[in-house]
């Protein structure tokens, strides 16, 4: 067996490590978790006592509202990805790891993804039923939000890593993803809008899986080098 047909094993279990610790740490803290979801169900919930009950004004409204709530659910959680590394100095632990940054920074994004962005897509069909969303709108929600999460949460890994230990750090966060997150929540919006109009959407989700693909392939080292920029 070659060098690197040993390190791919050893990558693997110390990406699953990393993950398995920070899931370790929200369980923990069931507030971190909670926080986010609670918010992004307020918000969908309230909007319609807001507009009245009509349908059609529902439907128009609906994609965009779950779309816009669950964005800032997101950034909500964002900020905490690496402060509590920082906070308690296993950051520096984990910059000299013999494990490669970008798979550390993979890891606890990949739990993050896990406490922020699933629990959002597993609540959305009950919150669906509030904008009077049919059952094959409500797969095609869930779908665009499993890959627009991911996306969010990879992108989020990179402003987390910029901005940790910094003052205020969650609005300059905020900041520097909403541009880059722009396009997933438009496509998005979009996609669900088209499939509650009985149109073609199979190029939005496309649109998002690509999006998601190039997040998985470049964010990673982007927040390897933002946390060395931001340890020195």
Not at 20 to 27: E, I, K, Y
Not at 150 to 163: F, R, W
Request: charged share 10%; net charge neutral; proline share 6%.
């Amino acid at each position: 067996m070659t060098d690197h047909g040993r390190q791919m094993p050893g990558m693997l279990v110390g990406l699953i490590a990393v993950a398995r610790r920070d899931l370790l740490l929200a369980w923990k803290r069931p507030g971190d978790v909670l926080n986010p979801l609670f918010f992004f169900a307020m918000v969908c919930t309230l909007f319609p006592l807001a507009v009245g009950p009509s349908a059609e004004q529902l439907t128009f409204s609906g994609p965009g509202v779950l779309w816009v709530a669950a964005l800032l659910a997101m950034l909500i959680s964002l900020n905490s990805l690496f402060i509590s590394d920082f906070d308690d100095g296993s950051l520096e632990q984990l910059l000299v790891s013999p494990q490669p940054l970008p798979l550390v920074g993979l890891g606890k994004t990949a739990a993050h993804w896990l406490t922020s962005g699933l629990p959002l897509v597993l609540v959305s069909p009950i919150v669906a039923i509030t904008y009077r969303m049919p059952g094959d709108v409500v797969i095609v929600l869930m779908l665009t939000l499993t890959l627009g999460t991911i996306s969010l949460s990879l992108l989020g890994s990179i402003g987390a890593a910029l901005t940790v230990g910094l003052h205020r750090g969650t609005a300059l966060l905020s900041l520097l993803i909403l541009p880059l997150s722009m396009p997933v929540l438009i496509i998005g919006a979009n996609t669900v809008s088209l499939a509650a109009g009985n149109e073609t959407y199979s190029a939005g989700i496309w649109a998002l899986s690509a999006y998601a693909v190039g997040t998985l392939s470049l964010a990673p080292y982007a927040t390897a080098a933002a946390l060395r920029i931001s340890n020195e």
